[in-house]
């Protein structure tokens, strides 16, 4: 049985990585009903060139979050009113593809 993520809030740890930004391409490709859209991430400037390739102007529901997982407290707030967790955030640097 399929997850259909249409009318769902999303959020998405680590949102600006590699698998982050692809899952929010696929995301809004497969699902354009989705409600909401958090990316969660601690790199301000990821977060700049993402919001360039998803203006909110045409992806009203994307929101941007920064915040860092271990700060327990930040993702607590950002959890608020998320229907289904992505975790997909790292602590290891990785080599840019």
């Known amino acids: 049985m399929a997850l259909d993520l249409n009318g769902k809030s999303l959020l998405i740890t680590g949102g600006t990585g590699s698998f982050g930004k692809q899952f929010v391409r696929t995301v809004f490709k497969q699902y354009p009903q989705v409600r909401r859209v958090i990316v969660f991430s601690r790199d ?5 060139e993402m919001s360039q390739e998803f ?3 045409k992806y009203p529901a994307i929101r941007f979050f920064i915040g860092d ?4 407290q930040r993702l607590h707030r950002a959890c608020e009113g998320v229907d289904i967790i992505v ?11």
């Open 44 to 48: 301000e400037l990821k977060q700049y």
């Open 55 to 57: 203006p909110h102007s």
């Open 69 to 72: 997982v271990r700060d327990a």
């Open 87 to 97: 975790h997909a955030a790292a602590l290891k640097q990785v080599p840019a593809a």
